[in-house]
């Protein structure tokens, strides 16, 4: 056999040494669990073998291929691709589960702690691969690892005693999820099987290289009608978005994530907040072909810049964007239940980072734009995370030290029982605003950016209008979004603030739950920290998306 | 292709090894089995339950339990099938041959090894969280 195909099938394995220590780790917790109920003990194992797989991954971070032609066979024929981007979101989620177990640490009954906390190390391992995938299939299997253990959490997270069973709002929630999200999981799989049917292969640069002969092949003989792939293309992509959608809580798949969220316990939103919008966001990139690493320059213009992901692609993710946002945000000014204000802050955010998808094949023609819109929606899932998580956490220690923080009016007077929470709270608040100098503004700059960097059309029609006005009005709304969400998120500021504590708030003092507030401090660190100097993180999203500026100078070299 | 019936001899074999015993056990049990016809005995069978009445009728949730532990083997041997004709088997006088490349054979050998210790995990899991104990 082809030693470079034997190579890009079994070669990528030692790469995924910090998924598979994931996994072996989850079977120990789980089994574990049966013998001993004891949350710090379970909590250290996942944080030690968190630990252990980040230290896997910094050995053994991108592989080295000996010549071209082993790159390319791994291109086509490896079912993970393990380029930058992959690395950063491998590193982010991994990050993101450190945060997520400190956080969830008190949330669940103390027997039900070990599964808990093995179904979050699925769910990084998931977050992992997604990010990694290469194949179709893969990609789905990843999904599913994401989204199967949160059907799990949304049930271990509540109940006290194994008879005891949910209440009925807990359990509204779990069943919501679970039958939405298998519906999602079964639209997506559709799309995927239209992708399959059409060019098969479920590689994903095969994919994109059989759209690109499909179209070459129309334009050859007939230039004005569009190629049935193509027409057959757009609808597997539409439900492709679809599904996806849901777990990015896109308009109109957002109308579960409200319920789900005031539902369940804080701990558990906290992790459909962040858990399924990762993981959603690295499929989309990865499905629509926005990164394809190691093409030239050549085959990547070419791959965009037919009709189907040049001209339709972008103008329906502009509506999901700016529908998302503006419904997040005018449904968030109505909320008085805080889980379900930041349910729909997260649906109004997913609607910002879908404008950096939304211009990114556009921003292809702009040589010189700072930004490419793809790496302005992964610096905004990493600031998203952090303020997001921060804000939870805060909510989720406040629960576990007995204090009510249900509702927007159980947080009034924080300010005077407890300083230092609404401090780094308003700074949360702050950041999902986007006001300087926190990670908010960063990540809304550099979306906002990409929207204002979109060159005018060559050729002006009237329909579609000129893509330069569509997308600075796509900023524009984005920027009265923004400005919208600040009354809902400024509210809780000033009830923390302005208002007097209810007697109830100011006699609870229960025990602190260290984690929880190690949790919440490293997320107002990522938060500041970013806001204050965001360059770091910006050079990490930037080399992780190869730019096509930078490949153009790299050909430039070759040849 | 030449057409040879001596190669379909087996299944001729086989078909009438089915019958016949499908055959011999019912005549056997009618001539030899002792028959009393109580009014229960002469009710149509239906795995035990009452036949007669609305078919919405409370199951006990300790069936589900068994189901998906039942489908957990199922999907298990579903996998084990294609593993186990996947090995090398001698197809003559010459080498051994099979369907997959050498050198993946080891590979698959353990990645199927995991798969069945996952299965064992979950099967574990499920003894020591009392899904047998029939409570």
């Known amino acids: 056999m082809n030693p470079n195909l034997v190579t890009a099938l079994t070669g990528y394995l030692p790469y995924l040494v910090p998924e598979m220590l994931l996994g072996a780790a989850a079977c120990v917790l789980f089994l574990g669990g049966t013998w001993r109920a004891n949350r710090h003990l379970w909590g250290g194992v996942a944080l030690v073998s968190l630990a252990m797989a980040a230290l896997a991954l910094s050995f053994n971070p991108l592989p080295h291929y000996e010549s071209a032609s082993v790159a390319d066979a791994s291109r086509y024929a490896s079912p993970v691709m393990l380029d930058r981007l992959a690395l950063l979101l491998r590193g982010v989620s991994l990050a993101g589960g450190l945060l997520l177990v400190l956080l969830c640490w008190d949330s669940m009954p103390e027997n039900r702690a070990a599964e808990y906390h093995a179904c979050l190390l699925l769910m990084v391992a998931g977050m992992g691969l997604c990010a990694a995938a290469n194949e179709l299939v893969t990609l789905f299997l990843a999904l599913e690892l994401t989204s199967i253990p949160t059907y799990l959490i949304l049930y271990l997270g509540k109940s006290s005693t194994p008879n005891d069973g949910l209440d009925a709002a807990g359990q509204e929630a779990a069943m919501k999820y679970f039958l939405l999200s298998i519906f999602s999981s079964a639209l997506t799989l559709f799309g995927f099987s239209y992708l399959y049917g059409m060019a098969g292969t479920t590689n994903l640069p095969g994919l994109a290289d059989a759209f690109r002969r499909a179209s070459d092949l129309s334009a050859a003989t007939e230039p004005t009608v569009p190629s049935p792939l193509m027409g057959m293309g757009m609808v597997a992509l539409v439900m492709v978005v679809a599904g996806l959608g849901f777990r990015l809580t896109a308009v109109p798949f957002h109308f579960y994530a409200p319920d789900v969220y005031q539902g369940t316990t804080t701990a558990n939103a906290a992790v459909l907040a962040f858990v399924p919008k990762v993981a959603g966001f690295a499929a989309l990139v990865r499905v629509l072909g926005f990164v394809l690493p190691n093409l030239s320059h050549e085959v990547f213009t070419a791959t965009l810049s037919r009709p189907i992901l040049r001209e339709q692609l972008p103008i329906l993710l502009w509506i999901v964007a700016a529908v998302t946002m503006t419904l997040g945000n005018l449904l968030g000014l109505l909320q008085d239940n805080l889980r379900r204000l930041l349910a729909y802050s997260s649906v109004a955010h997913a609607g910002y980072m879908l404008i950096g998808l939304a211009a990114a094949p556009r921003l292809l023609d702009a040589f010189d734009a700072p930004v490419d819109g793809v790496d302005a929606v992964f610096f905004y899932l990493v600031t998203y995370g952090a303020m997001t998580l921060g804000a939870f956490g805060v909510l989720q220690y406040l629960s576990s030290s007995g204090q009510k923080a249900e509702t927007v009016d159980d947080l009034a007077g924080l300010s005077k029982t407890r300083p230092g929470l609404a401090l780094i709270m308003v700074l949360f608040l702050f950041s999902l605003i986007g006001i300087p100098f926190t990670a908010g503004f960063m990540g809304k700059f550099l979306l906002f950016a990409g929207a204002l960097d979109v060159p005018p059309s060559q050729e002006t029609t009237f329909w579609p209008p000129d893509q330069r006005t569509l997308f600075v009005g796509l900023a524009l709304l984005a920027a009265l979004n923004a400005a919208i969400g600040g009354w809902y998120y400024l509210r809780i500021a000033a009830v923390m603030y302005l208002r007097d504590p209810s007697p109830l708030a100011a006699a609870a003092e229960g025990k602190r739950s260290w984690p929880t507030l190690a949790a919440v401090g490293l997320c107002g660190a990522l938060t500041l920290g970013i806001g204050i100097n965001p360059d770091p993180l910006k050079r990490a999203v930037q080399s992780a998306v190869p730019r096509l500026t930078d490949m153009v100078s790299v050909s430039a070299v070759e040849h | ?135």
């Open chain 2, 1 to 135: 292709m030449d057409f040879a019936l001596s190669t379909y001899y087996p299944i001729f074999l086989f078909l009438l090894v089915v019958v016949g015993f499908a055959v011999s056990a019912l005549v056997a049990t009618h001539l030899l089995g002792p028959s009393r016809r109580t009014p229960v005995k002469q009710m149509p069978y239906e795995s035990g339950m009452d036949p007669i009445g609305d078919a919405r009728q409370h199951f006990d949730v300790k069936f589900y339990l068994i189901a998906i532990l039942f489908l957990v083997f199922d999907v298990e041997l579903l996998f084990l099938y294609p593993w186990a004709a996947m090995y090398p088997w001698a197809s003559g006088p010459g080498e051994p041959s099979s369907y997959l490349p050498g050198e993946f054979q080891s590979l698959v050998f353990w990645e199927v090894l995991v798969f069945l210790l996952s299965v064992v995990v979950a099967y574990i899991y499920a003894w020591r969280r009392g899904v047998f104990r029939w409570r």
